[in-house]
């Protein structure tokens, strides 16, 4: 595949994944390069100087009144390194890893970090190599960034820490030696260079809001099935009642259902059977819009952060000035992954809730309790839709504000912080269980629409369907539920049902 090409400025999501899941190598722009060597050239100028500047020639936080000699600046950048990487916990995903290396890559990329252009090659070259630093989960305060997680990442830059290499836990200097990347030794403002930002949150939240735009749109096909099953009204959906409203999710939502559900035999029209279906299944286009419109709002902004340099202190080369700001802080980040928490447990809320129509005799429209022939003898779906509803409920605690906490540290010199990786593996963690659900309101429906006796299901449903009966058989007696699960949430995260339906339908909104 083609390289992804970093300048720091135009980097996308879809770029972003293509690195972080698919492996695609990254190469620096010529603009970048020479961005990244003028402002390490003014760094060297004022090291010459003596001139007292903030993480060149001084401490860090509360020490910023200590002015650190010449011959002192490379123990003061490799102290900070060992003693940030204070992280704990279990490692991130490989994934995560591989984007937090990239949007670091891309911010020093924009040249206001004063970094050697060695160094950052260095980094890249980790990438491209499958060099990945283990980096401890838990332990940032999302201000001044995410210190000690990256303070991981750069501890292997210096032979230093643990990596997984070619799928093998080992030390940090060994993976650098087995993959023939030699390590560095850390100079003025470097290390603050690279562990003063907000690319672990954003790593997190990128891959996060690229799942959950996916789920949103399994949410649609899955709340789709559920509809043939319950012999849904599909009036609802009509787009003059969207259009009337014009929030963009919702009129999207309500075109996806009725391209899913056209030439569908098992939906019904308003007055056919009843005059108007529960909220679960009326408002689809509503709730399922409102997660929409979060998971875009929360896009942007992480393309712009993406895009950012978010270290501290900046180098403007043109004005020759070193200014110290507050660009680590990751308060815009934190509010952003609150919200896509919340959007995201609304999908799985209202999932639970068409299940519970689907397993419940009173509210299923005639289907037998359970899902289930020979109820009694068989329990069929009932506990499927307890694990439901304990999903959703953890995600309602899991949704919980982190970005209205804050904890001063440093000796109150950092007095706010934001919490905003807390919020971004939150936000993921909401974002398994959303996906749980969703694949246990698909193995319900499909089950339904059998025992319904199925008379023909829509363009897009019926896609979906035979997707999962071409994996997973009907259940005529009980059998252990969750290998069911497992393989439809596996489905789910191969992408093949959205694929399949885009394919055949165009892209879903």
Known sequence: MEKVFIDGNSLTLEEFIRVTRLGVEVELCEEAVTRVEEARRLVDKFVNENKVVYGITTGFGKFSD???????????QRNLIISHACGVGNPLGEDIVRGIMLLRANALAKGFSGIRLSTLNTLVEMLNKGVHPIIPEKGSLGASGDLAPLAHM?????????AIYQGKRMSGKEAMEKANISTIELTSKEGLALINGTQVMTSIGALTIYDSIMLSKTADIAAS???????????AFDSR?????AHEGQINTGKNLLALLEESSMTTRQGDIRVQDAYSLRCIPQIHGG?????????????????????????????EEVISGGNFHGQPMALSFD????????????SERRLERLVNPSLSNGLPAFLVNKGGLNSGFMIVQYSAASLVSENKVLAHPASVDSIPSSANQEDHVSMGTIAARKAREIMGNVRKVIAMEILAACQA??????????????????????NIEFI?????????????????KSEKIVNKVEEELGVLL
């Open 476 to 492: 005529e007696d009980d059998r252990v539920m969750y290998l069911d699960i497992n393989k439809c949430e596996d489905i789910i």
């Open 225 to 235: 099935l559920t509809i043939e099953a319950l012999n849904g009204i599909t009036d």
């Open 449 to 470: 629409i059998d025992l319904r006796g199925n008379k023909g299901l829509g363009k897009g449903s019926n896609i979906a369907y035979n997707i999962i009966r071409d």
């Open 241 to 245: 009642v969207h259009k009337v409203r």
């Open 154 to 162: 750069v501890l292997v830059m210096i032979g230093e820490g643990e």
């Open 66 to 76: 200590v002015v650190i000699t010449g011959e002192e600046t490379k123990v003061l």
């Open 291 to 319: 997660s929409k419109d979060c998971f875009k709002y929360v896009k942007e902004k992480i393309e712009i952060e993406m895009n950012s340099a978010t270290d501290n202190p900046l180098i403007f080369v043109e004005e």
């Open 339 to 350: 919200f896509l928490g919340i959007g995201l447990s609304e999908l799985a809320n209202l």
